[in-house]
């Protein structure tokens, strides 16, 4: 492996090492034990799950409570407003006005985080036996505080995401995400051992939970790494032209086109009303968030619908049958028995759409498999099918590009020095 690889790895793991400093630094002004102890009733409903993604920094009540999500949110409504209108898709492909797309992104983040502070930071009146909660200030004054504090810490993970992925390696979002699961599984583990002790699980259900969750990686590993190859003939001059060099001849399309996007984007809107209305009096706001929870029918259903949604979007954006077809035909290939240009993309979109509709249906399986554990098993979040999903595709996506990063530098050392 080379220098340049290590540093890129030795970058990655020093932001993620600032993230998880940072989800112990708290606000000022309220009773952590107090918070602790709500969290702990909590722990299965829709705080439960915004607790996981955040690497348990809700309960600590951190400047960065309200994690990445603001971000995926404000992501999710501009992909949608560029898929809708023209100009905001055609500003999205060019390269300067790509950097205008991504500030707007980051004007929308600041606007949905300081909603959610606000939310958040008037939510904490009703916990406790006091007039403020578990607020031990004014509460105007812990508002402005709350509010500045969380807006710091979320704009501070969107700069560590962007940095991960400019100077590390894989994706700086998906592994912040995956750092805040991963850095509470030892806790989960050990609750779930405790649970053990006291006799609330047995040790046949502990064992089905190990298998569920050995099935689980199995299946996620198996749908990742499975691909449908198209294959490709090229003209003989074209072959002859490139005969030194390695032409590909099958074109790979992966059964899930949408990788682990569908699931944290469906969360993140989930979550996003759920942590609006827990601020809420009203009866009826306080029935919808409710049925929000995660231990009611509708959250699953809905994350389930928003899942196979999200697949089927983010697919398309993804992947771009005709510009495959264009690049295809001007290189002189053709899959056989299609017609190169529109014959050829009509195929590929087929395919694509086949392929999507599998793999979408296998993506919201998995993303309500948690519900299943915990109503059933009384399990933690933890070792649910979204957990599981995340941080197996992550760490799935992380490897590949590690090796795409040494194969790379294979090729530039053998251009260099020949063979």
Request: glycine share 8%; charged share 10%.
């Amino acid at each position: 492996m080379s220098k340049a690889i290590i540093n890129k790895i030795l970058v990655t793991l020093a932001f993620l090492f600032a993230y998880r400093i940072l989800a112990y630094v708290t606000i000022p002004g309220v009773d952590i034990a107090v918070i602790k102890d709500f969290f702990r009733v909590n722990s299965s409903n829709a705080l439960g799950l915004f607790n996981m993604f955040s690497g348990n920094a809700v309960e600590r009540l951190s400047i960065i409570t309200l994690g990445i999500m603001p971000y995926i949110t404000a992501s999710i409504i501009m992909e949608l407003l560029a898929a809708t209108f023209a100009p905001l898709g055609k500003m999205k492909k060019e390269r300067d006005g790509m950097q205008k797309y991504m500030q707007i992104i980051r004007y929308v983040t600041i606007f949905i985080t300081i909603v959610q502070a606000i939310s958040v930071s008037f939510g904490l009146r009703s916990i406790g036996n006091g007039i403020n909660g578990a607020i031990l200030i004014d509460m105007k004054e812990f508002l402005l505080i709350s509010v500045f504090s969380m807006l710091a810490g979320t704009m501070l993970l969107v700069w560590i995401g962007e940095q991960i992925t400019q100077r590390g390696i894989g994706n700086g979002i998906s592994l912040i995400i995956f750092g805040g699961i991963v850095s509470g599984i030892p806790s989960a583990i050990g609750s779930t051992f405790k649970l053990v002790n006291t006799g609330e699980i047995n040790i046949l259900s502990l064992i089905f939970i190990a298998f569920i969750i050995v099935a689980t990686i199995w299946c996620i590993v198996y749908i990742e790494l499975a691909e449908r190859r198209i294959p490709i003939s090229y003209a003989r001059k074209v072959i002859m032209q490139n005969q030194n060099k390695r032409i590909m001849n099958y074109i790979p399309i992966k059964l899930n086109l949408s990788g682990v996007i569908p699931p944290i984007f469906a969360s993140a809107l989930l979550v996003f009303p759920s942590t609006i209305l827990q601020a809420s009096n009203n009866k009826y706001l306080v029935f919808i968030a409710d049925m929000l929870n995660p231990s009611q029918f509708l959250h699953h259903i809905l994350m389930f619908l928003l899942v196979i949604f999200f697949a089927y979007f983010y697919s398309s954006i993804v992947f771009n049958a005709k510009d495959i077809a264009d690049n295809l035909k001007r290189q002189g290939g053709y899959i056989p028995g299609m017609r190169p240009g529109e014959g050829t993309a009509s195929f590929l979109n087929f395919v694509a759409n086949n392929l999507t509709l599998w793999g979408s249906l296998y993506l919201a399986v998995i993303s309500t498999l948690p519900w299943i554990l915990v109503k059933l098993l009384g399990v933690p979040f933890y070792f649910g099918g979204t957990a599981v999903l995340i941080v197996v595709q992550v760490a799935i996506d992380t490897m590949r590009k590690i090796e795409a990063q040494i194969y790379m530098n294979k090729y530039k050392t053998l251009s260099a020095v020949g063979f």
